[in-house]
């Protein structure tokens, strides 16, 4: 009876950690550019107690019996599905629709990457997001400046006070062949892992980079009702094991009991 006990245990641990999961996607509803996650499990170990088959010439058994040990939470990660677009006006806001990031410098002086793309300027004019962190390539707007214009192919263009264009730098985008891979650190960064595979930089709207819209945001691709549904499910597979839990002990506490009757 004490496998029982332990098995709904494992099941309880797995609940806990998908819930968690939901928890902190429901916590980013309206972050920009955030992606929903997904958590995956894998049954444990099995103690095969018979095996289907048998010795030549013997009765063939058809089917064996194997006792299960629980299960395990086998992966978390992020969906990089695209989010809806959000039209902001904003004429530092872009989105990327489709695949690619955007490089951004931290302070340890590596190289960041993120869909958020509400960036602002700094005292010198440079291209910074929230957080602080500049674009790169560094991408710096020339004081007096009355318009900026971004195309979907990165090209900055500027209109000076004097009504003059002048283009004055090339935004890159950045893809990976698994993006899934990438580490979240906070700010709406992450940082590549080994498994994301190696960077490629490229041009916006180009070999398979998607392409930047000026003027508008990525939202969180988070499905509200999807996620309701999977905390409910969550929910009862939990309270399924802990029942298991209680019925295991109090059988457990029967057959101790057997003998003092």
């Known amino acids: 009876m004490m496998r029982a006990l332990s098995t709904a245990a494992t099941g309880m641990q797995a609940q806990e950690a998908k819930l968690d999961q939901i928890a902190h996607d429901m916590a980013n509803m309206n972050t920009t550019a955030y992606k929903r996650g997904r958590t995956e499990f894998q ?22 019996i194997q006792v299960g040990s629980g299960t395990r939470v086998a992966a978390q990660y992020y969906v990089h599905e695209q989010g809806p677009t959000k039209m902001t006006g904003g004429l530092l806001d872009m989105m990327v629709n489709g695949e690619g990031f955007f490089s951004v ?46 195309s979907g192919t990165g090209e900055v263009k500027v209109i000076s006070a004097q009504n003059t264009e002048s283009t004055i730098g090339q935004i890159q985008l950045v893809n990976f062949l698994n993006p899934g891979a990438m580490k979240k650190v906070g700010e709406n960064l992450s940082i590549p892992t080994t498994a994301a595979g190696p960077p490629t930089q490229g041009t916006p709207g180009e070999a398979g980079i998607g392409s930047i819209l000026q003027g508008a945001l990525e939202a969180s691709n988070v499905k ?9 499910t969550t929910q009862r597979t939990y309270e399924s094991n802990a029942r298991i839990m209680t019925v295991g002990d109090q059988m457990w506490s029967t057959t101790n009991n057997i003998g003092q009757r």
């Open 43 to 64: 049954d444990l170990m099995y103690q095969t107690i018979k095996d289907p088959g048998g010795a030549p010439g013997q009765n063939q058994t058809p089917v064996g």
């Open 105 to 150: 410098q931290i302070p340890s002086g590596q190289i960041a990457y993120t869909r958020d793309g509400s960036f602002k300027l700094d005292s010198t004019g440079r291209m910074i997001t929230s957080g602080g962190y500049p674009l790169v390539p560094a991408i710096q707007i020339p004081p007096g400046t009355s318009s900026i214009s971004i």
């Open 224 to 232: 509200p009702t999807e996620s309701v549904m999977d905390m409910i």
